[in-house]
């Protein structure tokens, strides 16, 4: 079973920076994309980015502008900057492996945990 390692994750201001890293057990670049989520207490998890196979990324609109994912296929690792970071950013961040279809493969890590706070 394919499996992720998050990590990158601590206190922040608001304003200020991350950079998020996840590692995967094998190489998956060449048949799925990445996405990264997060789940905030209280609510469900929900998707921030992903990047295709292809190099395609896409954002949810809470984050466009602010986040930017990268891979890196030579070291089967994805990454996930984000800049201006806000209060509601604050949550465990995931990442896992999709589908073409957008359904999550693999299993899901512990994520690494981002908190916005001052």
């Known amino acids: 079973q394919v499996q992720f390692v998050e990590s990158g994750g601590g206190l922040v201001q608001p304003g200020g920076s991350l950079r998020l890293s996840c590692a995967a057990s094998g190489n998956l670049f060449s048949r799925y994309g990445m996405g990264w989520y997060r789940q905030a207490p209280g609510k469900q998890r929900e998707l921030v980015a992903f990047i295709t196979g292809g190099g395609s990324t896409n954002y949810a609109d809470s984050v466009k502008g602010r986040f930017t994912i990268s891979g890196d296929t030579a070291k089967n690792t994805v990454y996930l900057q984000m800049n201006s970071l806000k209060h509601e950013d604050s949550a465990v961040y995931y990442c896992?492996?999709?589908?073409?279809?957008?359904?999550?493969?693999?299993?899901w890590g512990q994520g690494t945990q981002v908190t916005v706070s001052s």
């Open positions: 896992i492996a999709r589908t073409v279809h957008g359904t999550p493969f693999g299993s």
